[in-house]
Each structure stands twice: as C-alpha cells, then as structure tokens.
C-alpha cells in the first residue's frame, strides 16, 4: 500500500493511496482540491489506516457489483435447498430490474443517501410504499457483508418503510359480501373455487393444485400447487407448515369430487389464476383476503390456535398479527357475554 501527494497545474494538492486488490491490480483511492500539503497528507494517513482495517478483515479489493452480489445470493439459494425457487428467481428478477441504476456499481460506491433518493423518487412517481422490495434488498446487503465479506456497510440502514398508504382491500369478507362475490361469479367453477377459498382459507396456488385424489372425507390434504408461470402442479409448498390438511363442508366435498377433471385429477385446470384475481379486484379484495376471514371466523368460534395455525398453514404469530381481522358479524354477541362477566 502507497501513499503519493502531488501538486496539480492549478496549485491545488491531491493525495492517492494505492493498494492492491484480491486479483494483484492496483486500485487507487484518490482526493484533490486541498490548499496545503499537509491537509492532503492527513486525509491519505486517515485512509491508508481505513484500508488497512479493511485488509484485516478480509474486504479490502473484494470487488464486487451488486448485480454480481444478487448472482451470487441466487445460486447459494439454489444450492442450499431443494425447493422449487422459481417465485424466488422471479421476484428477485424483478427487484435487480428496479434497482438498474444501481446493479452495475461498485458494491463499496452505493451510498445510503443514493438509495433513499431514489425510492422517495419511485414513491412519488408510482404510489407503491416498495417496503417489501426495501426489505429484500437489506438481505442481499447482509449477505455481501456477512458470508462474501465484500463491503462494510449496510447502504439500506437508512431506508424507511412507509407505512402512509392504508390497504383499502375488503380483509374481512362478511356473509352478505360472500353470497354477493358468488352472485358476481358467473362460471360455476369459478363459484366452486371461491367456496373453497371461503372454507379453507388457501393459497391461490394450493387451490388451483387442488386434485380429486386429495379430497378425501370432507376434507382436502394440502401438499401440491400449481405454478402459474411453468403450468404444472409442483409439491413444494410456501414454508413446512404449508403441508396440512383442511376440513370443508359436506356440500363442498360433494361438489369437488363430482366437478370435472383433467388427466391429472386437478379440478381446477380450466380455472386460471388472472380470472380470479380479475373478479376479486373488481370487489376491491383479493383471494389473501379469504385467508384473513377463515382465520378470523376459526378465532372468533374459539377454535384452539394451534388448531387455527395448522389449517390455515402459518405460524400462530402470523395469524394473530397478519391475518386476524374484526369479526362485525360477532360483535355485538361478543359485547354481551362481556357485559355478563364485567
């Protein structure tokens, strides 16, 4: 490592502290524009020793880009476990095409106050919160800092979440709008499809993987989905606790296993996951949504929580922070048992 003033034409000093990357090339760390020799000189003892802390701990002329991190971060997923990544792969696809401008930097050269910039900016421009995407990319950091030991810092500690835009969606899907969304769905698979959401509280995916061998004694084992993007029934799920099994109705045992179905025993192979989507938002919900009426009606009955976790297929934690809505339908029954113990 090097440390080099000079006096430029215009008599200002610059100060250049040289090093060597992991690959044996020079790299420099350069700054010009000081008055006296002995600013210039200080500033290049201050980072000879920042590069030398960053030699001791293994970092200094690990080059990386962020595209070359998200890369690296992908393949050690694919690697690390069986599961099937293709939603993974996908939305982290997307995530490197939002951050562009940034995929092609110099891990160590993104600084803090560049990234909140520019989702300030993206907030404007589109009114999306991107808290989800913000969250991600801080594990991408992480992982360049902890396991490939490329940069020192964490550029996302300062991104917020922006928690000002309310979710406007119908979470809570009462009696009456039930019946209503039913009334609206005009093709009698699409009806079935939605009373088994209502029942089981699934997945969109888990309900379009759902076959007639896996309805069995009005109930239907949950261990199957359908990818939308590759079109074919995969048997990894969400998480572990994905894999369950969901008690539904006489009625709708009986329907489901006289409903038509393709070659592979799937009964909803004729139903795609846009026709859904399509109805529901036009309703101002969505099919997550049912998931948060289910367990909010399982609460509200006063089925045990580990029973409710097992149905639903999340974790206790996630069904009472996320999922469980108020019940209005119950309220005022719920007031006067209440007023019987005040």
């Not at 995916?205 to 759902?210: A, Q």
Request: positive net charge; contains cysteine; charged residues 30%.
């Amino acid at each position: 490592m090097n440390i080099t003033i000079r006096q430029r034409e215009n008599g200002k000093w610059q100060a250049i502290v040289s090093y060597k990357d992991k690959k044996g090339k020079w790299r420099q760390k350069p700054k010009g524009g000081f008055d006296k020799r002995k600013d210039a000189n200080q500033w290049a003892k201050e980072k000879y020793f920042e590069l030398q802390r960053l030699e001791r701990k293994g970092i200094l002329g690990n080059s990386y880009t962020l595209r070359e991190v998200f890369e690296t971060y992908l393949s050690v997923m694919d690697n690390k476990n069986s599961k099937d990544t293709s939603n993974t792969q996908e939305n982290y696809g997307y995530l490197m095409k939002l951050f562009s401008d940034f995929m092609d930097k110099d891990i160590n050269t993104i600084k803090s106050t560049e990234l909140l910039k520019f989702i300030d900016n993206k907030r404007r421009e589109t009114g999306h919160a991107y808290n989800s995407n913000i969250v991600t990319l801080n594990i991408v950091f992480n992982f360049a800092i902890k396991k490939l030991k490329v940069c020192e810092n964490n550029p996302c500690d300062i991104l917020y979440k922006d928690n000002s835009k309310k979710d406007e969606r119908i979470k809570f899907i009462t009696e009456n709008f039930y019946y209503e969304l039913l009334n609206d769905a005009k093709r009698e698979k699409l009806k079935l499809f939605l009373r088994m959401l209502y029942e089981t509280g699934m997945r969109i995916s888990e309900g379009l993987g759902v076959c007639t061998q896996t309805v069995i004694d009005c109930s239907i084992k949950i261990d199957r989905q359908f990818n939308s993007k590759k079109k074919k029934i995969t048997y990894i799920l969400k998480t572990n606790n994905s894999y369950r099994t969901a008690p539904i109705s006489a009625e709708l045992y009986k329907d489901l296993k006289k409903a038509t179905c393709d070659i592979d025993g799937r009964i909803f192979y004729d139903l795609t996951y846009d026709q859904v989507y399509y109805l529901l938002k036009k309703k101002n919900t969505s099919p997550h949504c049912f998931r948060h009426t289910r367990a909010t009606l399982l609460v509200s009955a006063g089925i045990d929580l580990t029973i409710i976790a097992y149905i639903i297929g999340d974790k206790i934690e996630t069904i009472l922070n996320e999922y469980v809505e108020r019940n209005d339908d119950r309220l005022e029954s719920s007031y006067d048992k209440i007023r019987q113990i005040l």
